[in-house]
């Protein structure tokens, strides 16, 4: 189906990190990689002020947005509870060491 | 892997807050069966009494409905009373002949009221009130009978007298000791609460002994008899005498019972399999009635039913209020006094004012309020903190309002604020939402709040408000503790002083070491425990520990402040404040060229460019060539200086050489939480110094310091700390303190708090009195800052952290 597009190689990315995809005409995406060497990918704006996620800290498979401590989940973009929202994921995959976005 | 198999006897709040807390840590563990002796699921208890007055029902009341028994996958038996335990077996089985088979039992069998042993105390019609039976059996009375009377005048029967009055019965209240809640109050108090009680309408008989309840014509009970031979009608009675523990399944089943469950300091019985909490229990010879305790309680039982086994149950003060709507009664640890305590009494009878402080070696340690108690959270604040109240003996009585607190939103005020008032300024939370949040949800702890209505989450000056709020809705179930006794986060129950030492005693130089060693709950811990450790690792082990940039806020990683439209702010650092036209000329010239769009002078005295994309973080640095300001860090932030005696007329000191100084010997300093400075030239104190964490003021013959000021959230006045003479005296002293302060500190916790904290005397001690220690601070407080270099110039020269500027593209 996608389109796989390479962006980077993961040790481009830090450990408990993030890196920022910049877009023509559309909003940031960031590429998080987690402790175990995960990687996953949403649009940079917190559900709820719009913060960029890609500035919070990294811990377990979760982000806090840097402006208002909110924790995003980043395998669903689900913000934890008592908090409701959802930051836009998009399809991310590591081919050997080298990180790819499916973008339209 | 099999389940072990854990069964709860009992399902009130201390039980079923085990197991929530053992949720928490692990959700897998046990298959878990739960028998409960009333028909409905875990109610909060303490809500009975306006339940009884109408207030609110039943439904309200419930903590756990059926379906977070379901969801928690747990067997629930309700109506189901157990009757032995057959612990060669470890079978526990109940009256209809249910059993369940147990790994480990939990025992959370409660209290019962004790029924006075008089002739006719089980006719119809006499009941306690103790569960949601006895409050459905009095309200059916209230509604077809017409006299009613309440055996017991203590916080429980004046509840219940007040619900049966709202409910239009005419309330008697009996009696035995001379006054009412003779264990909170002195007589002059007591009589004051009588008199309001009386004005709604209750009857009071004191100093009376029952000697019979005598039925009347239908069988029912008809009138309460005493030892006198008075008489009185009553077609209700409601014993509220007292409770005593339930022990006796414990006892039968050959577990150690001494006037309750006997338990160790981990909630274990003397069978390691069998462990019990709440109102059953006799914890070093105590048993306790309070929701507080008891949660404390729950959490360590939780603790080592998950096989952490590191916490341990130590009492700690204890609330109540009365909850009877327009009379306000307050007490709070140990409010009886006596030889060895001192107590300072306020007695206003004709206004309605009682206040009852009692004091033992300079710590506030109990409080009785009466009529007036909305300064109630404050001493128990303070009662659970245990300072020295020396230095505000004189306030103490006169209320936290006193205290020279201006400037932030008065903490007093929760009881009177309407419900549509403004608590949370910063997140736009009313005092309703709060109180509806506390009672739709359960809520006990101000975390709790925070997390489900945001108040007090963004700068927290509103935290001692809402915790009033928490107090007065829920009383003594509120859940307060100091920050040096709550665990830093939700990954670990170590708390701030446990995790410090633990990372000094086992000489932790890693995140990854920390959190296999303590044993976190979390692979790599969360945004708020990371920080923490990350500091308490390098200021614990300088040069040997490496910075995690990755477990630092954003600010600190990227040495920038972010904005709310992800853009950043840049103040490059001007010594004591103090610049030249070359550096103007700089700042203007970037401002022009990286299209700054705005360029502020700060409260520091310097200059801030805000707006900055990411991206042009370090060709800023580069181009406005002056060091970082670190105005971005829980670091060193400013030294803000006055003209001093170079140019002023007034000047007796060269303040501004002195703040340049001490700015430049402080350079690079990370803290647990921000630090400012100041130095004035003189008393006219030009550079407010008094609000600093440490401020300097010159005089004629010296110097005089002053620690622990702060200007913020909450105006605190800095303490006189020391008198030097010279230059050198003021950098070793001021040094010293702080790396006291650092090595010392809970994170985040500024030097006003960690000097509430640790007491003025000790630092003095330390710094002061201790020449040779004072010595041995500033050399290590020098060693740690010999690490530390430009952040800017090493990003824009040598490339660190690169990746931090540079956005990929597609």
Redesign the interface.
């Known amino acids: 189906m996608s389109n796989w597009k390479t962006i980077c190689q993961l040790n481009d990315i830090p450990v408990q990190g993030a890196r920022v995809v910049k877009r023509e005409g559309h909003t940031d995406i960031a590429i998080f990689r987690t402790a175990d060497d995960q990687v996953f990918a949403m649009v940079d704006k917190c559900p709820h002020k719009g913060g960029p996620l890609s500035q919070g800290i990294v811990s377990g498979h979760s982000v806090t947005c840097p402006l208002h401590n909110w924790n995003i989940a980043l395998e669903t973009g689900l913000a934890q509870a008592p908090d409701e929202g959802c930051a836009g994921r998009i399809p991310v995959q590591l081919d050997g060491n080298t990180v790819q976005l499916a973008l339209d | 892997m099999k389940k072990l198999k854990l069964v709860m006897v009992g399902n009130g709040m201390a039980g079923v807050r085990t197991l929530e807390e053992l949720f928490k840590l692990t959700p897998d563990t046990y298959d878990i069966t739960v028998f409960g002796a009333e028909p409905h699921p875990n109610y909060n208890r303490i809500m009975l009494s306006p339940v009884l007055t109408g207030e609110q029902t039943l439904p309200e009341i419930i903590l756990n409905d059926l379906d977070w028994y379901a969801e928690h996958g747990i067997t629930l038996h309700l109506s189901r009373a157990v009757t032995e335990i057959d612990r060669v077996r470890r079978v526990v089985r109940a009256a209809d002949g249910t059993e369940a088979a147990y790994d480990r039992l939990l025992l959370a069998t409660g209290s019962s009221p004790f029924m006075l042993p008089v002739p006719g105390k089980d006719l119809p019609g006499v009941v306690s009130f103790r569960d949601v039976a006895d409050v459905e059996a009095m309200i059916a009375a209230a509604a077809n009978h017409k006299h009613a009377v309440v055996i017991g005048g203590g916080l429980l029967g004046l509840e219940a007298a007040n619900g049966l009055l709202a409910r239009g019965m005419d309330v008697t209240v009996v009696h035995l000791a001379p006054w009412l809640l003779e264990r909170q109050m002195d007589e002059t108090a007591a009589r004051l609460l009588q008199q309001s009680l009386e004005a709604k309408g209750l009857k009071f008989l004191l100093q009376k002994q029952t000697a019979e309840l005598v039925a009347g014509e239908s069988g029912r009970v008809g009138a309460v008899r005493f030892k006198d031979g008075d008489e009185v009608p009553a077609e209700l009675v409601v014993m509220a005498v007292g409770i005593r523990p339930n022990y006796s399944l414990a006892e039968q089943s050959g577990i150690y019972c001494n006037r309750g469950v006997v338990v160790n300091d981990f909630m274990q019985t003397f069978d390691p399999r069998v462990y019990a909490v709440g109102e059953c229990v006799s914890h070093r010879g105590v048993s306790y009635g309070l929701v507080a305790p008891l949660f404390d309680q729950a959490k360590v039982a939780a603790n080592h039913l998950a096989q952490f086994g590191i916490a341990h149950y130590v009492p700690a003060a204890t609330s109540t209020k009365l909850k009877v709507t327009g009379i306000d009664v307050f007490s709070a640890g140990d409010f009886m006094g006596g030889d060895g305590f001192e107590a300072i009494t306020l007695s206003d009878p004709v206004g309605g004012i009682y206040k009852k402080l009692i004091i033992k070696d300079d710590r506030l340690v109990g409080a009785c309020l009466y009529g007036d108690t909305t300064d109630g959270g404050w001493y128990f604040r303070l009662i659970r903190e245990g300072h020295g109240i020396h230095e505000m003996r004189e306030q103490l009585m006169l209320g936290e309002g006193t205290t020279g607190d201006t400037g932030h939103a008065g903490q007093n005020r929760a009881m009177s604020m309407p419900d549509d008032a403004e608590v949370c300024g910063c997140n736009g939370v009313c005092k309703g939402s709060i109180v509806k949040a506390i009672q739709e949800k359960g809520l006990f702890t101000v975390d709790d709040i925070k997390?489900?209505t945001k108040a007090g989450?963004?700068c927290g000056s509103c935290v001692g408000l809402v915790e009033q709020i928490l107090i007065n809705t829920v009383g003594g179930a509120a859940d307060v503790k100091p920050k040096s006794e709550k665990a830093v986060c939700g990954c670990s129950d170590m708390t701030h002083g446990q995790l410090r030492q633990a990372i000094r005693d086992k000489h932790l130089v890693t995140l990854a070491d920390t959190f296999r060693e303590l044993a976190w709950r979390?692979?790599?811990?969360?945004?708020s425990c990371?920080?923490a450790i990350n500091y308490y690792l390098i200021s614990t082990w300088p040069g040997e520990a490496h910075d995690d940039?990755?477990?630092?806020?954003?600010n600190e990683r990227?040495h920038a402040n972010?904005q709310?439209d992800?853009t950043y702010s840049v103040i490059p650092r001007m010594w004591g404040g103090v610049t030249n036209p070359a550096e103007l000329r700089r700042i203007a010239d970037v401002a022009d060229k990286y299209a700054i769009p705005m360029v502020k002078v700060t409260g520091g005295q310097r200059i801030d460019l805000l707006g900055v994309k990411k991206e042009d973080l370090p060709a800023v640095w580069k181009e406005l060539d002056m060091p970082s300001g670190h105005a971005y860090g829980k670091s060193i932030r400013t030294v803000k200086t006055c003209v001093g005696s170079e140019f002023c007329r007034f000047g007796t000191q060269n303040s501004t050489q002195m703040g340049i100084d001490l700015e430049k010997d402080l350079f690079g300093m990370w803290s647990p939480a921000k630090v400012k400075l100041a130095v004035s030239g003189c008393p006219r104190n030009c550079a407010e110094a008094g609000i600093k964490d440490i401020g300097v003021i010159g005089v004629d013959s010296g110097w005089e310091l002053y620690i622990g000021g702060n200007g913020g959230i909450k105006t605190e006045v800095a303490e006189f700390f020391c008198k030097v003479k010279t230059h050198d005296e003021v950098l070793e002293y001021s040094g010293a303190f702080l790396q006291l302060y650092r090595e010392e500190a809970f994170y985040l916790e500024r030097t006003v708090h960690y000097l509430q904290r640790v007491g003025m005397e000790y630092i003095k001690q330390r710094v002061l009195a201790d020449e040779v220690g004072r010595n041995e601070l500033y050399a290590r407080l020098k060693f740690a800052l010999s690490f530390e270099q430009d952040p800017w110039a090493e990003r824009y020269e040598k490339g660190v952290a690169q990746?931090e500027f540079e956005?990929?593209?597609?």
Request: proline fraction near 11%.
């Open positions: 997390k489900h989450s963004s979390s692979p790599d811990g969360c945004a990371r920080p940039p990755q477990s630092r806020f954003i990227v972010i709310k992800g990746h956005a990929l593209a597609l």
